[in-house]
């Protein structure tokens, strides 16, 4: 079992950056690769960005690339996200899955609770 709590969401102006947290207990996080996902309203949970377990390969989605920064240190996964744009604004979601790595929210066995990102313009 793998608890995931998120933390670092809140209201930012279009251009600014914030960090989000993704904090695991239980299993070690060396077992598990780790993704984040968003949501917007009345939409799937659409991938953003991944790390692999052991290697630390990180993924992005096209919309992110060159943005946004997945990282992994110790237990706790940060996703920091620069430059961002009123179309960043969704409920934040990390994941953990024991595959290698995976882009696909079918993928992943633990999910954190949301949280909120707000990009005003």
């Known amino acids: 079992q793998v608890q995931l709590e998120v933390s670092g969401g809140g209201l930012v102006q279009a251009g600014g950056s914030l960090r989000l947290s993704c904090s695991a207990s239980?299993?070690?996080?060396?077992?598990?690769?780790l993704g984040w996902f968003r949501q917007f309203p009345g939409k799937e949970r659409e991938f953003v960005a991944t790390?692999?377990?052991?290697?630390?390969e990180a993924f992005y989605a096209d919309a992110v690339k060159n943005r946004f920064i997945i990282s992994r240190e110790k237990d706790t996964s940060y996703l920091q996200m620069n430059r961002l744009q009123v179309d960043d604004t969704a409920v934040y979601i990390c994941?953990?899955?024991?595959?290698?790595?995976?882009?696909?929210?079918?993928?992943?066995?633990?999910w954190g609770q949301g949280t909120r990102v707000t990009v005003s313009a």
């Open positions: 239980g299993r070690a996080l060396s077992d598990w690769a």
């Open positions: 790390i692999s377990r052991r290697t630390g």
């Open positions: 994941g953990a899955t024991n595959a290698h790595v995976s882009k696909i929210k079918e993928g992943y066995h633990y």
